[in-house]
């Protein structure tokens, strides 16, 4: 009697989760501004939790000097994570900035790479890479604070989708190369 291996069997949980995040992407891509709020109250309760860790580091902080500063800190966080809870659509335009600063600065990036690797062959997709990047950083920026409307969400929804497609094909492929050997 022959049984197959167990790796010869696509993994179920991981066909689920990425069904469920193909089908989360794909809403999220359908209603952007819905998503980047979903995503600016996490990202609230993120730093409220950042805030609390230092209100509690505090307590094993030695001199008054370095308590002050963690509550100082945590009281930052607090402030920062109320205003993003209370007004989430405020979050979210904040969060486009970041966004398009951290692509501008990736794009910088990428190209100050291929002007270092120009001679290797495949590098001018570092370039092509770059720009674009700066393009898209340069597009949010100046369609701000209208394009807090479909950015943030728009991304997330973008990256929930590959997620799920990676957690959806992954156990498909392993399937698929166990029952060829």
Known sequence: MTTSPSHARPNAWSIGLGALLILSGFVAIAFPLLAGIAASIFFGWLIMLGGVTHFVYA??????????????IGVVYVIAAVSILLLPASGVAALTLILAFYIAVEGILEILL????????????????????????????LRWPSSSAWVVGTLVGISMLFS?????AAPMRRRKLALQI
Do not use: C, K
């Open 164 to 168: 799920g497609i990676a957690r959806f």
């Open 114 to 141: 291929f002007s270092r690797w120009h001679r290797l062959p495949g590098t001018s997709w570092f370039l092509v890479d770059g720009i674009i990047s700066l393009l898209l950083a340069g597009l949010i920026v």
């Open 59 to 72: 307590w094993s902080e030695r001199g008054a000097g370095a308590i002050i500063w963690q509550i100082l």
